[in-house]
Structures are given as C-alpha cells and as structure tokens.
C-alpha cells in the first residue's frame, strides 16, 4: 500500500512517499541511504521476507530521493530526519525495529533520541544498522577533502562527486556539510534505549570497519552486537549478507 505524506512548511513543503506493508508486530521500517531508494535491493529483500512472514514492514524515500518530491540538492540532515519522524509518527503504530543503512544509521539514532526524549512510547525495540555512516558528512566527507574541493564547495556551494553506485555524480553542498554539524554523535555517549546490531564490511572503501568500532565505543549503555564480514563491500546485499540481515532483525523480535 502506497501512502504519501505532507511534510515541512511553506517553501519547504513536500510530498513523501511511503509503502507499507501491512503485518505483525513489531514492524520493521527500512531507513535508506545518501542517493539510494526505498526501492532498492535490500529493501526488496526485505520486503520479500515481511511478505512470507506476514510482517508488517515500512519504506520510504527521504526528499529529494526516488519518488519523494524535492530537489536532492537541497538536502540536508535536518530536512532528512524531518521526513524520517514524519513517517514514524504519521505511519508507524507500534514500536517499531529500525533498519538503517549507511546514512540510514546516522538518521536512525538521531531519530532515536529524538523519539526518547519526545514520545518515548514510539521509540524501538531494536535497531540494526548496516554499514552506519554516523557523521559522515564531516568525518567522510569534509576531513577527506582535499582543499581545493573544500574550496570549491564554500565558494560555489557544490561539488559535484562521483559514485559507483550512481551513474550521476552526487551533489555534495555547502548546506549539507554545514548542517551535519549540527547533529554530530560522536564525541559524547549515544544512547538508544534498545538492542543494536550492526552489520559491518571489513572492504567497505566507504564507511571503513574501523568507523563501525567507533560507534560500538559510543553506545557503552546498549546490548551492542558487532558482525564484521571480512570480504563485504559497502553495499552488502549479496544472498549471504542479506540471510545476516534477516536473522540480525529476527534476533531481535
């Protein structure tokens, strides 16, 4: 079932759109990555399983991605988690279990504290994260750079960077590397309030194993599972990896 979602004021008004499947609880809402869909491998995957298992499972793309409205450059972490507690306030019922992958993660946790201090009653039950890329858009991004593309993106406000995974280059702007800094994780405690597994590939050239290790030192209050699969790549959604994922999310409820 396809349900679209009214977020954001004004100007920054938009249009989200959002499956659901309906099922059991709880439910398993998928948080997408930087330039991925609610449409895409692991996504379906999982969608697949909810299927055969009659579980309920939740997807959407944030603005600016797949079939949500918006422009992707004027993206940012705010207008991101924006949409993310749209949809689990307007479309989730129950506690769910969150699913995020790559800057999913980093939106999940911050959606998390968002849900404990706001309306405890909707926060997880559990969480399992994929290659969590927590603050990336500072310690991935701008700590990388070399200075002449921080140049370019504070005079221009846009570098144009490009993927594997996209046969576009990605829009890095000024407003999105600016705006990550105010919602950076590491560096002080990060509570969550429920079991966490994350699931880590050791070739990730995107999110390296060692950012993976970091987070687990920031949640030193949580029951805290770390899977490092040593010949995974940043994606993993090989058949292998995505039985991991599945059992990571049965594990757990």
């Known amino acids: 079932m396809e349900q679209i979602i009214s977020v954001g004021q004004g100007p920054d008004a938009r249009r989200i759109s959002v499956l659901i499947r309906p099922g059991s609880a709880p439910p398993v809402v998928w948080l997408g990555g930087f330039k991925s869909d609610m449409r895409a491998i692991k996504a379906e995957a999982l969608d697949a399983w909810a299927a055969q298992e009659d579980r309920a499972f939740i997807r959407f793309d944030y603005s600016g991605h797949g079939e949500s409205e918006g422009p992707f450059e004027s993206g940012t972490i705010s207008r991101w988690l924006e949409d993310a507690l749209s949809v689990l306030s307007g479309c989730v019922h129950e506690r769910p ?7 999913g993660g980093w939106i999940a946790l911050l959606a998390i504290r968002e849900l404990l201090r ?3 009653d909707k926060a997880p039950v559990g969480l399992v994260l994929i290659a969590p890329a927590v603050d990336f858009t500072e310690m991935l991004m701008w700590d990388r750079f070399p200075e002449d593309i921080r140049h370019a993106v ?3 406000g ?3 960077r490009f993927s594997p995974y996209s046969e576009e280059p990605h829009s890095i702007t000024r407003g999105l590397i600016e705006d990550g800094r105010r919602h950076l994780l590491f560096g002080a405690p990060i509570r969550t309030g429920c079991p966490v597994h994350i699931l880590q590939g050791m ?3 995107d999110v390296p194993w060692d ?3 970091k987070l687990v030192e920031h949640l030193p209050g ?3 599972s770390l899977t490092l699969v040593n010949d995974g790549d940043h994606r993993l959604s090989r058949p292998e990896d995505l039985e991991r994922l599945i059992a990571a999310i049965r ?3």
């Open 251 to 253: 594990a757990i409820a």
């Open 222 to 224: 949580d029951s805290v």
């Open 211 to 213: 950012h993976a290790l």
């Open 158 to 160: 846009v570098y144009h």
């Open 118 to 120: 706001h309306h405890p």
């Open 154 to 156: 504070m005079e221009t």
């Open 97 to 103: 279990i969150l699913v995020g992958s790559s800057m």
């Open 203 to 205: 070739r990730d050239p």
